[in-house]
């Protein structure tokens, strides 16, 4: 059963007031995370109404013109367009650079995410960012419900690569032939974390921020098990709609039978992504996966 065939459709505003405003689902880990005040500010803007009413049409406008780019629907890339138009709205930013190359000698050393000018500072500033949903596996790792990322992993490259880019010589040199430079850096991972369901009793590492790790992952036989007798409706998410909790439009919902049903004819496709509703929204949310994927997920630590 698709997501479209439960009518799931994204609210982009929600998710950009959700992308400007999330908390980091780590601490630490040796990198400069944006602080939360610089957070608050962005949320605080984008979250007046008057703001909303003016810009939430134009970002409409622009969502549609990413669409026509096939490298839009990867979630990573739609996170990265509500920000690029984050910083071409918000009053105290000017957008210098997006996905800013840095080659020498025929290869390419990396990329800067975001490049932008924070007015109120007067300072230039380099942005890291990512989105991540990791699912958690044997209690200390996390890994992506497609099995190709992991939360230790990412977070080593960001500390170790992405960051550190900048003070390679001859990154120094492309940047100052380019008239840039930087002079301040900050990392921002806002995401979900999902626990297997039941499972409250594995002590989280101190960096993960518990706010995160609100949410469940289960086999199907698991999830019917703990759901069936609850009086939910259920939505399976499409990926925009993994960002903002509430706000997405929900036209057709089934129930757990249903979702259950419908993943054990498209088991193959992997974990999906699923909502439970009641009068107020949603009220839960997790992965189903299928039986094979934990023993995937470990065999690949």
């Given at each position: 059963m698709a997501a479209e065939q439960l009518?799931?459709?994204?609210?982009?505003?929600?998710?950009?007031?959700?992308?400007?405003?999330?908390?980091?689902?780590?601490?630490d880990f040796g990198l400069p995370w944006l602080p939360p005040s610089r957070q608050a500010e962005l949320a605080d803007y984008f979250g007046r109404s008057d703001v909303a009413r003016n810009?939430?049409?134009?970002?409409?406008?622009?969502?549609?013109?990413?669409?026509?780019?096939?490298?839009?629907t990867r979630l990573g890339v739609y996170f990265e367009n509500l920000w690029a138009f984050a910083f071409q709205q918000h009053p105290d930013y000017r957008l210098l650079h997006r996905n800013l190359p840095l080659r020498a000698g025929g290869r390419t050393l990396g990329e800067l995410d975001f490049v932008v000018h924070h007015l109120p500072s007067g300072l230039t500033e380099h942005w890291e960012i990512a989105v991540k949903f990791y699912l958690q596996v044997q209690g200390?790792?996390?890994v992506g419900p497609g099995l190709r990322d992991r939360l230790d992993?990412?977070?080593?490259r960001m500390r170790e690569h992405q960051l550190p880019l900048i003070r390679?010589?001859?990154?120094?040199?492309?940047?100052?032939?380019?008239?840039?430079?930087?002079?301040?850096?900050?990392?921002?991972?806002p995401g979900r974390l999902f626990r297997p369901l039941g499972d409250s009793a594995t002590i989280l590492h101190r960096a993960i921020n518990p706010a995160a790790c609100r949410y469940w992952w289960a086999r199907v036989d698991e999830f019917q098990f703990h759901f069936a007798n609850l009086p939910f409706r259920w939505a399976l998410l499409p990926k925009r709609?993994?960002?903002?909790?509430?706000a997405y439009r929900v036209d057709r919902a089934g129930s757990c039978a249903a979702i259950a049903a419908g993943f054990l004819q498209n088991e193959s496709r992997g974990p999906v992504c699923v909502a439970a509703l009641d009068h107020t929204g949603e009220?839960?949310?997790?992965?189903?996966?299928?039986?094979?994927w934990p023993e995937l997920a470990r065999a690949g630590l």
């Amino acid at each position: 059963m698709a997501a479209e065939q439960l009518g799931v459709t994204p609210d982009h505003w929600a998710n950009l007031a959700w992308a400007v405003g999330a908390g980091h689902i780590v601490s630490d880990f040796g990198l400069p995370w944006l602080p939360p005040s610089r957070q608050a500010e962005l949320a605080d803007y984008f979250g007046r109404s008057d703001v909303a009413r003016n810009l939430a049409p134009q970002l409409e406008t622009s969502i549609t013109c990413d669409n026509s780019r096939g490298s839009a629907t990867r979630l990573g890339v739609y996170f990265e367009n509500l920000w690029a138009f984050a910083f071409q709205q918000h009053p105290d930013y000017r957008l210098l650079h997006r996905n800013l190359p840095l080659r020498a000698g025929g290869r390419t050393l990396g990329e800067l995410d975001f490049v932008v000018h924070h007015l109120p500072s007067g300072l230039t500033e380099h942005w890291e960012i990512a989105v991540k949903f990791y699912l958690q596996v044997q209690g200390e790792f996390w890994v992506g419900p497609g099995l190709r990322d992991r939360l230790d992993i990412k977070l080593a490259r960001m500390r170790e690569h992405q960051l550190p880019l900048i003070r390679q010589p001859a990154a120094r040199t492309l940047l100052a032939d380019l008239g840039i430079q930087i002079d301040r850096q900050w990392a921002l991972m806002p995401g979900r974390l999902f626990r297997p369901l039941g499972d409250s009793a594995t002590i989280l590492h101190r960096a993960i921020n518990p706010a995160a790790c609100r949410y469940w992952w289960a086999r199907v036989d698991e999830f019917q098990f703990h759901f069936a007798n609850l009086p939910f409706r259920w939505a399976l998410l499409p990926k925009r709609a993994w960002l903002a909790d509430r706000a997405y439009r929900v036209d057709r919902a089934g129930s757990c039978a249903a979702i259950a049903a419908g993943f054990l004819q498209n088991e193959s496709r992997g974990p999906v992504c699923v909502a439970a509703l009641d009068h107020t929204g949603e009220a839960s949310r997790g992965f189903i996966v299928p039986d094979n994927w934990p023993e995937l997920a470990r065999a690949g630590l």
